[in-house]
């Protein structure tokens, strides 16, 4: 006998029916998932689009506010730089401001007066390869393959509006960047020894010299420093928690958390990070008084109480190389991040496990921390074959 499952079909068909029901007059479901939702108004048609049903009836009702206040642009007159506009709006709140803030920045320098200003159903794929060439002749091909990624995003979403039936950087290949030199060979520079210790001991008459010494006992970021509060010193478990950074927003810098959550780390307190947080304390409590001291207080701040930026340092760390110039010593300009290079090499030529690294530097992979900081190693191979040898000594009997 033939079981014929009707049920489970029937049930399949009315499950379909009361999806249909649910969606409002005009909502269809299109073939790539995403909603549509069509309407009039004045004898016109138009059409709102999104990932659901709600946000399609959401864009609906912002679009008639929108052409009832004379505001909105027919998708086939709409620019790029307008269309951009509007989905730097919707993105607030989405994603983290200085997320936003780089993207803003690459969209203005690289393709508000380039591709900005044509229709977007105008933009051709030869366009976009033609400019990624442009860039290709004075920037590294790193950096252009992120900026053009971050131009197929937003070309992606205004075919998720419906504004374009296809993104036309989608196929625009990455350059090749085989041949670019590494970070660990450019901007990655550590202190010799010999260049550590006569900066410091130059240094020790300045106001930032807790904050040079924290720097390169820590390895932590300038931002992550200048958000660090006494709070965060945990004398109990003897640790720092790193679990915020600084953000600049019009102007001004603001407490936000870390970018990744590799970021948020605890630091162990040893004997010389001890020693410059004690200094850095007796200069707080003797030139701002014991309010600077309480625990939601910044631990590290400008002598005019100021925040501590790249800047700050910059300035007086030019100014301790002009004098030791002076004396006959010429060390190359550095920046704040030479600190965080020569904490990472110090750890390492002292034996420090990558790994440890890593998790002390915050970074998001081991990978990273290796392309950065191998260079090192060859330094200290010699070193590990030899305990390598005394052992196997030892196991031969020798």
Request: aromatic share 8%.
């Amino acid at each position: 006998m033939v079981r014929v499952l009707l049920p489970c079909s029937t049930t399949g068909r009315r499950k379909a029916a009361d999806n249909m029901a649910r969606l409002a007059a005009g909502v269809r479901k299109r073939s790539d998932g995403t909603f549509e939702k069509r309407f009039t108004v004045d004898g016109k048609r138009y059409s709102s689009y999104g990932k659901t049903a709600k946000e399609c009836e959401k864009k609906e009702r912002e679009l008639r506010q929108q052409i009832e206040a004379g505001l909105y642009v027919e998708n086939r007159n709409l620019t790029l730089n307008q269309f951009y506009e509007e989905w730097k709006k919707s993105r607030v709140g989405v994603v983290k401001e200085r997320t936003e803030i780089s993207v803003d920045i690459t969209y203005q320098t690289h393709f508000r007066d380039t591709l900005g200003k044509k229709k977007i159903r105008d933009i051709e794929k030869r366009e976009i390869v033609q400019l990624q060439q442009e860039l290709a002749k004075k920037l590294k091909p790193t950096s252009v393959n992120q900026y053009m990624t971050k131009l197929k995003s937003l070309l992606a979403a205004a075919v998720e509006e419906g504004i374009i039936a296809k993104n036309p950087a989608a196929g625009v290949k990455p350059l090749r960047t085989d041949g670019c030199t590494k970070a660990s060979e450019t901007i990655h520079r550590a202190l010799t020894r010999e260049e550590q210790e006569a900066f410091l001991q130059e240094a020790e008459s300045e106001w930032l010299y807790p904050f040079f010494l924290f720097s390169l006992c820590t390895g932590m970021r300038i931002l992550e420093i200048g958000a660090l509060e006494w709070g965060d010193l945990d004398y109990i478990n003897n640790v720092i928690h790193v679990s915020k950074t600084l953000s600049r927003r019009n102007g001004y810098y603001e407490v936000t958390t870390p970018k990744s959550k590799t970021s948020i780390r605890d630091i162990p307190i040893n004997e010389p990070i001890r020693q410059a947080i004690k200094l850095q304390r007796d200069n707080m409590l003797m030139v701002f008084g014991s309010s600077s001291l309480k625990m939601s207080e910044r631990v590290f701040l400008s002598l005019r109480k100021k925040q501590l930026d790249s800047a700050v340092a910059k300035q007086t760390i030019e100014k301790i190389l002009k004098r030791l110039d002076k004396k006959g010593v010429c060390i190359e300009p550095f920046a704040h991040h030479a600190f965080r290079d020569t904490f990472a090499t110090r750890y390492l030529e002292e034996g420090g496990n990558m790994q440890t690294l890593k998790t002390l530097l915050g970074h998001a992979s081991l990978a990273m921390t290796a392309d950065l900081y191998a260079h090192v190693l060859p330094t200290t191979k010699r070193q590990e074959m030899e305990l390598v040898q005394n052992a196997f000594t030892r196991a031969a009997g020798g």
